[in-house]
């Protein structure tokens, strides 16, 4: 079993800079996918970013070149940073976790989900 916590959401300006961060508990952080996913009010939930094991990385186009997502092994935490911030960015995010060695990008892929932290981008 897995728990994720989310962090770092809050209110942000267009143009500006947040970080989450994503807690997991366990001690097999490092054997995880993990993933990104954001839900805006009466959309669909989607996909923002994820990486492997190994470090590979797959982007949203919405987000590429915007947001980075890291993690560190040693702390059981991914970071999304998030630079040039844009009101449809406005959503509450997610993290997710699966036992796997390959990136995905489709929700149903997850087995682990956060409560979600909530970003709001002002214009």
């Known amino acids: 079993q897995v728990q994720l916590v989310e962090s770092g959401g809050g209110l942000g300006q267009a143009g500006g800079s947040l970080r989450l961060s994503c807690t997991a508990s366990g001690r097999t952080f490092s054997s995880y996918t993990m993933g990104w996913f954001r839900q805006a009010p009466g959309k669909e939930r989607e996909f923002v970013t994820a990486?492997?094991?190994?470090?590979?990385?797959a982007y949203a186009d919405s987000v590429k070149g915007r947001f980075t997502i890291s993690r560190d092994n040693a702390k059981n935490t991914v970071y999304l940073q998030m630079n040039s911030l844009k009101p449809e960015d406005t959503a509450v995010y997610y993290c997710?976790?699966?036992?796997?060695?390959?990136?995905?990008?489709?929700?149903?892929?997850?087995?682990?989900w956060g409560q979600g932290t909530q970003v709001t981008v002002s214009s």
């Open positions: 997710a976790a699966v036992l796997s060695i390959v990136v995905h990008t489709a929700p149903l892929s997850y087995n682990y």
């Open positions: 990486i492997s094991r190994s470090g590979n990385t």
